[in-house]
């Protein structure tokens, strides 16, 4: 599906991959897998990361369960241009967390001719689409929505639930903090935490 045999050689023809869903659920994983195969097709790889993204490592994109490729952190989506000009394939992980000139600049790669794949939460702990992931999916030639396994069903789980109390936007987390949840399960703790925040209410 992602193509890697009809790259246009001659007419360097681009496009962007997006890889979402929720927490825990293999983005990363599957960034790093497409990356990898990129290079043993020896096509010339960048990666890059949110430099406030500093969980696992500061200098690698690392899957939950530690895969990493090397990668490199910018403070603006901007740097990106500058430092991807040079290559075939550009890999972006954590793209909720960019500004929106990501999707500019994704836009601007793939009109380069270069395969840009780019992973990321499609939704926020409330459920809401997440900063400029929306339109990167818009953009975007392929979509690929992964899904993790809800801890309270085991069924598929697309929403992240934060377990701790938190209402900041931008709340770095592992299993300790964040729980994958079905829509169901979701909902359910969901409409609880209301019920608590009211009864807390003078």
Not at 181 to 198: F, G, I, P, Q, V
């Amino acid at each position: 599906m992602f193509l890697e045999n009809t790259i246009n050689h001659s007419s360097k023809s681009g496009w962007i991959e997006v890889i979402c869903g929720s927490m825990f659920s293999g983005k990363t994983e599957e960034l790093i897998r497409r990356l990898k195969r990129a290079e043993f097709a020896k096509q010339t790889v960048e990666v890059f990361k949110p430099a406030v993204d500093v969980r696992y490592d500061e200098q690698e994109v690392v899957s939950h369960n530690r895969n990493s490729a090397e990668a490199t952190p910018v403070e603006s989506a901007y740097n990106i241009l500058i430092l991807a000009a040079d290559c075939d394939v550009v890999g972006i992980d954590e793209a909720q967390f960019f500004d929106e000139g990501i999707v500019e600049v994704a836009n601007k790669l793939a009109n380069m001719g270069k395969r840009v794949i780019i992973a990321g939460l499609d939704m926020d702990f409330k459920g809401r689409p997440f900063g400029p992931m929306p339109d990167l999916m818009a953009t975007a030639e392929y979509v690929t929505k992964v899904h993790a396994i809800c801890v309270k069903t085991g069924n598929l789980a697309h929403y992240s639930h934060r377990k701790i109390d938190s209402d900041k936007l931008l709340e770095l987390g592992e299993m300790d903090e964040y729980e994958p949840l079905s829509r169901k399960a979701y909902w359910a703790e969901r409409a609880k935490e209301t019920e608590n925040h009211k009864k807390q209410q003078p």
